[in-house]
């Protein structure tokens, strides 16, 4: 007989990513099993400690590259929270038996983020994205939430990371803000590989991987309807828009989510057994 919260069956490499306080093992990766007032608590507390940290958010791209490759391993590893990003990943774990509160992608928490910290005083940095989608997104922001503090922006010119003097006048950027919270908008997986590197050095408390967060809000991006995020298609829209580029992505490189939910739902029932 299967228990009710069964216990995910690791690999070697997955063991790796030590298990996390309030997180389940969906496919190897430890997922946060929280909502947006347990977030907020946790930020919170981050924030008041001043300890730099970041939050990674799998999807379900995320999971297929935590088992390609040991740098995003690494990052998970040293991120502070993985939130999950995604309707797919919160159905693969209720089907696995280890059911996740609630979907808190980068981009939703952009808006979310930025009201709450509107709330309690605390100031967020817009760091990324295209030149000028920084600035619009921040000042969409001061005017969806009075009050909010928006410490700084900085868009980096693309290839940045390879430059050390680029690379140092980004974190400068962050450093000299000195804000609670940086949103972080370089893609991925290369804004978890750029935290992984720099968070202690730029010393945010918290820092957040959001993708396409800052172009959603400054309006450059569309965003997919809420019925298509609902029901766990937001993908297909994002296909439709950049299918040159995502379409290997989507269609083939992730197609390994499926076998991945399915060596683990088998492993579970042959453990319970």
Not at 131 to 156: F, M
Request: net charge neutral; glycine share 8%.
């Amino acid at each position: 007989m299967i228990d009710a919260a069964p216990t995910a069956i690791l690999t070697e490499m997955e063991a790796d990513v030590p298990d996390k306080s309030g997180h389940e093992r969906v496919c190897g990766v430890p997922v946060a099993r929280m909502d947006f007032q347990d977030l907020c608590m946790a930020v919170g507390e981050r924030i008041r400690q001043r300890t730099p940290g970041f939050i990674v958010t799998p999807n379900v791209d995320h999971i297929c590259l935590f088992h390609r490759r040991a740098d995003i391993r690494a990052a998970y590893k040293e991120a502070f929270l993985a939130l999950p990003d995604g309707i797919p990943l919160l159905w693969a774990a209720r089907f696995l038996g280890r059911p996740l509160k609630e979907k808190l992608s980068g981009s939703d928490l952009v808006p979310m983020l930025s009201a709450w910290a509107a709330q309690e005083g605390y100031s967020v940095f817009c760091f990324g994205a295209a030149e000028g989608v920084a600035e619009k997104a921040a000042h969409n922001l001061r005017e969806r939430y009075p009050g909010l503090n928006v410490a700084g922006v900085y868009s980096p010119p693309l290839g940045f990371e390879r430059d050390p003097v680029e690379n140092e006048r980004a974190m400068a950027a962050i450093q000299n803000a000195k804000p609670d919270i940086c949103f972080v908008a370089l893609g991925s997986p290369k804004q978890e590989l750029w935290l992984l590197e720099h968070y202690e050095d730029i010393g945010v408390p918290v820092s957040l991987g959001i993708g396409a967060g800052l172009d959603f809000v400054a309006g450059k991006v569309r965003r997919a309807p809420r019925c298509l995020q609902r029901i766990g298609l937001e993908w297909v829209w994002r296909l439709a828009q950049e299918p040159r580029r995502l379409w290997r992505r989507y269609l083939v490189e992730d197609a390994l989510f499926f076998s991945l939910v399915w060596r683990d739902f088998r492993g579970t029932l042959l453990t319970h057994r």
